[in-house]
């Protein structure tokens, strides 16, 4: 029953977000399509650039190197002709953010072709796959102990190796880590080879990072927030700072890299949230 003003300005431009089905911002396929419409309307070098951008930011929230993406390797999936179509079709709508990830994340599993700096393994080709409690396939290996690399964090779809430890089994990483790299270079012979498995059985510990303007009921926003998603949440710790910022640190379980960044975009769209990102140690 309250009264309300709206305030307006001649010079706003409709938000690529609201595209988003998660949001809920449009109800209506006619909306959606006048939207969309709106956006490809728009100058294709300023789309491509902002496109990039979108990418970018998606990709270093999932803490993945912009540089390992080709984008023209999906090209045709998307029944476009470049990878510049496909920055240009996610400011449109015509692609979305999280249909590219998933994609990306799809390709990232099926591919087998290692970069050039991967030294292979030698392995023994009558041995049968060990799959491990995390749900990877080991090589050559039978009854091994693993665990995944602190220094890396690989999730499913991730491209992932693994290296032979002293005392601790097998240690999985991603196969650009710069620590797997580096400790391959120097002893060849540990390098095995690992898989994931096609679909993940079980989630895998990932830590986030929300930064956001502390306010009462902030946690119990988040967590309800990520529960919605069926995500399990193991470890929280909360900084406030005498600037009002509070940092969380959430250890939390995802099946992969496409329900981590729908996720990370559900966060960041709450009140008072400045940012959430993936975080790997170190970086």
Not at 31 to 55: C, I, M, P, T, Y
Not at 60 to 89: E, M, Q, W
Not at 137 to 162: F, K, M, T, W, Y
Request: overall charge neutral; hydrophobic content about 35%.
């Amino acid at each position: 029953g309250e009264q309300v003003e709206i305030l307006t300005k001649k010079d706003r431009e409709p938000n690529r977000d609201w595209l988003v089905n998660s949001l809920g911002y449009i109800k209506t396929a006619r909306a959606r399509d006048k939207l969309r419409h709106w956006f490809r309307q728009q100058d294709r070098s300023k789309n491509l650039e902002v496109g990039r951008e979108l990418l970018n930011k998606e990709l270093s929230r999932l803490a993945i190197h912009p540089k390992s993406i080709d984008l023209n390797d999906y090209s045709s999936h998307f029944n476009v002709k470049t990878g510049d179509d496909i920055l240009v079709s996610l400011v449109s709508g015509d692609i979305s953010l999280h249909a590219l990830i998933n994609q990306i994340n799809r390709q990232m599993h099926l591919d087998q072709d290692e970069p050039e700096l991967v030294l292979k393994p030698t392995l023994n080709p009558r041995a049968s796959h060990t799959l491990s409690a995390h749900g990877i396939l080991i090589d050559g290996l039978d009854n091994v102990e693993l665990h995944i690399a602190q220094c890396c964090q690989p999730v499913h779809g991730e491209s992932i190796a693994g290296y032979i430890t002293l005392n601790r089994g097998v240690s999985i990483h991603k196969v650009l880590c710069s620590d797997y790299q580096r400790m391959i270079k120097q002893e060849p012979e540990r390098a095995v080879e690992a898989d994931w498995e096609m679909q993940p059985t079980r989630g895998q510990s990932v830590q986030i990072v929300v930064e956001a303007y502390d306010r009462r009921g902030l946690l119990k926003d988040l967590t309800q927030v990520i529960f919605s998603d069926q995500i399990n949440i193991r470890q929280v710790n909360t900084i406030s700072e005498a600037d009002g910022i509070a940092n969380m640190k959430l250890l939390i379980e995802v099946k992969g890299l496409a329900q981590l960044s729908r996720l990370l975009a559900r966060l960041e769209q709450q009140p008072g949230i400045i940012s959430a990102r993936r975080m790997i140690q170190g970086v």
